[in-house]
C-alpha cells in the first residue's frame, strides 16, 4: 500500500529555518512528480511547491506565497521528499502534507508547523 | 490562478438523502492532452484529505458508486446518493491542469 510519512515539524520562531521530510513507500518514487500543499488551521487546502523527477531534470515550482523562502527538493534513494523552509513567517503557520501524483493521488497524515513568537 | 468556486459551503443532510456540490473554474480544465484534470478529495475531520474521483468522473478504489462526478469545461458537479455517515466531513475540488494548482474553499457537509 502507498504510504506518505511526514516528519519535522514543530514550533518555531518568526525569520528561523525548518526542514520537513517525506518517507515514501509502495509506489516508483522515481517515477512520481510530488507536491507539497498546506492548511492553515480551520482554513483550505493551498498548494505549496512541486518537484518533478529525474527526465524532467527535477524542475521545481513553488505558489507565489514561498517562492525565494521555501525550497523542494528530493533523494530518489531513499524515497524522500524535503521542504526546507527559510524566513518563516506567523502566515506559514500550517498543516504541511506531502502529496504524490499528477492528481494528487495520495496523501500523508500532516505534519504541524507552527511560527511563532 | 484559477480560481475555483464551490458552492454550497456547507450542507445539512439527513442518512440516505442525495446531495450535491457544485464547483466552477475561471477558467476551461480541460489540457493540451485533452484530459480535464478535475478532482474531487474528502477530508474527514481530523484526517488529510483522500481523493475521491479524479478527472471529474473516476471513481478511486474502494469510493461506493453512491459517488459520481460529472461536467466540462469550467462547470462540474459532485453527486453523492443515499448519504452515509461516513460521508460526512469538508469536499474539495481541486484542479492540476494550470499551474498553480488551486482548490475550491470547501463544502462542509454535516448531518440535520
Known amino acids: 500500500a502507498v504510504q506518505l510519512v511526514e516528519s519535522g515539524g514543530g514550533l518555531v520562531q518568526p525569520k528561523e529555518s525548518l526542514k520537513i521530510s517525506c518517507a515514501a513507500s509502495g509506489f516508483t518514487f522515481s517515477n512520481a512528480a510530488m507536491y507539497w500543499v498546506r492548511q492553515a488551521p480551520g482554513k483550505g487546502l493551498e498548494w505549496v511547491a512541486r518537484i518533478r523527477t529525474k527526465p524532467n531534470n527535477y524542475a521545481t515550482y513553488y505558489a507565489d506565497s514561498v517562492k525565494g523562502r521555501f525550497t523542494i527538493s528530493r533523494d530518489d534513494s531513499k524515497s524522500m521528499v524535503y521542504l526546507q523552509m527559510d524566513n518563516l513567517k506567523t502566515e506559514d503557520t500550517a498543516m504541511y502534507y506531502c502529496?504524490?501524483?499528477?492528481?494528487?493521488?495520495?496523501w500523508g497524515q500532516g505534519v504541524m508547523v507552527t511560527v511563532s513568537s | 490562478d484559477v480560481v475555483m468556486t464551490q458552492t454550497p459551503p456547507s450542507l445539512s443532510v439527513a442518512i440516505g438523502q442525495s446531495v450535491s456540490i457544485s464547483c466552477k473554474s475561471s477558467q476551461s480544465l480541460v489540457y493540451s492532452d485533452g484530459k480535464t484534470y478535475l478532482h474531487w478529495l474528502l477530508q474527514s475531520s481530523g484526517r488529510s484529505p483522500k481523493r475521491l474521483i479524479y478527472q471529474v468522473s473516476n471513481l478511486d478504489s474502494g469510493v461506493p458508486d453512491r459517488f459520481s462526478g460529472t461536467g466540462s469545461q469550467k462547470d462540474f458537479t459532485l453527486k453523492i446518493s443515499r448519504v452515509e455517515a461516513k460521508d460526512l466531513g469538508v469536499y474539495y475540488c481541486?484542479?492540476?491542469?494550470?499551474?498553480?494548482?488551486?482548490f475550491g474553499a470547501g463544502t462542509k457537509l454535516e448531518l440535520k
Open positions: 481541486a484542479q492540476t491542469t494550470h499551474f498553480p494548482y488551486t
Open positions: 502529496t504524490a501524483g499528477l492528481g494528487l493521488d495520495y
